[in-house]
């Protein structure tokens, strides 16, 4: 366990400065900021909408834009930029030298991945529940104080976390393997766009597909039940999600002994 806490402290230290670091803040800064402007500028157009549905439209700019294809990217970037600090500076070697086991390594450094991401769905969740809070203190017309939808709102985004893993794992591998841009991003790409395809279009197997599990989990958020109009529960684990997880542990410990086997340079 130490071994993995001083790996994981190092991570942080070599890539802090990196744009991968600064993603996981940037992003859901910039998005929910962005939804805070257009929400505020065009206030006009929301004031006559129940407070539901004014938390549903303010919420689904950053939602509609991450379960699409902005969370499959940063996943691949954030794989890519953990394990390129190694790459750049032709440090495998000397990282799998030290008197730290390839276990502790290995996992601190996908754990510190998986924490970025972790970073960029929380400040999602808060920024938004921040911001409309805000609009209803700058826009009394709008009647966000009115409606609570904190749980929803933390249960959706802890759902496209989840959703990320499978993915996250596939691409951590692959660029651990591969030291060049191209291969691991590449393949990433292609696979978001082929798994936002096979999504849009319903493809009932698609689930089975990881690339497209966060376009997937935005589609089967929804409880269908019956209940009052103002009230509506969030399905967290649905079969994209169980999917996602076990690909995410199967690439894993799949990874695990692939890196062990393998002399990495």
């Not at 109009?229 to 649905?238: A, N, P, R």
Request: hydrophobic fraction near 50%; charge should be positive; proline fraction near 4%.
């Amino acid at each position: 366990m130490r071994g993995f806490l001083l790996s994981f402290r190092s991570e942080f230290y070599k890539t802090r400065k990196t744009l991968g670091f600064w993603g996981s803040i940037i992003l859901p800064l910039a998005i929910t900021a962005l939804a805070f402007v257009a929400v505020y500028t065009k206030s006009d157009k929301f004031v006559k909408m129940p407070p539901m549905m004014l938390w549903a439209q303010f919420s689904m700019i950053s939602l509609g834009s991450m379960g699409t294809l902005l969370l499959p990217i940063y996943t691949i970037f954030v794989a890519y930029s953990v394990n390129n600090v190694e790459h750049k500076s032709d440090t495998w070697k000397t990282l799998f030298s030290l008197p730290i086991s390839r276990w502790a390594v290995y996992g601190a450094k996908y754990f510190y991945a998986f924490f970025l991401l972790f970073i960029c769905m929380a400040l999602f969740t808060l920024l938004n529940i921040g911001f409309g809070n805000l609009l209803s203190f700058v826009k009394p017309e709008l009647k966000f104080n009115e409606f609570h939808m904190e749980l929803q709102l933390m249960q959706v985004f802890y759902k496209l976390l989840l959703s990320a893993l499978g993915i996250l794992s596939i691409q951590f591998l692959l660029s651990l393997l591969w030291p060049d841009f191209l291969k691991p991003m590449g393949l990433g790409f292609v696979a978001t766009v082929v798994g936002a395809i096979l999504a849009s279009n319903q493809w009932e197997y698609s689930y089975l597909f990881p690339y497209s599990h966060p376009m997937g989990a935005m589609r089967s958020m929804i409880k269908q039940h019956g209940g009052p109009s103002d009230h509506f529960e969030i399905d967290i684990y649905t079969k994209d999600v169980y999917v996602s997880l076990a690909i995410a542990a199967i690439v894993f410990v799949a990874g695990y002994f692939i890196v062990q086997k393998r002399s990495v340079k």
